[in-house]
């Protein structure tokens, strides 16, 4: 995926809530340039649901969506910019 200079130079500007239908509590994740390399860990279904989460959120700040999720359950991505 292909992200905007701005976000690769910004730290910590970008952060996301995402609210669990389950229990109702509240996680917040910050996207800084760290998300060039590996973002953070999950598991099983949360991981599906980050991945969405941060889709949103990037695509609201006019950028490119992360969408690997590869099998060991870390969310990458892939600079081509």
Do not use: H
């Amino acid at each position: 995926m292909v992200y905007s200079r701005k976000l690769e130079k910004t730290e910590y500007k970008y952060v996301y809530k995402m609210k669990s239908v389950r229990n109702s509590t509240e996680t917040f994740y910050s996207a800084s340039k760290t998300i060039l390399g590996k973002l953070f860990t999950v598991s099983g279904k949360t991981a599906k649901i980050a991945a969405m989460a941060l889709d949103i959120k990037l695509i609201e700040n006019g950028l490119a969506p992360i969408n690997v999720l590869k099998k060991s359950n870390k969310i990458t991505q892939n600079d081509r910019g």
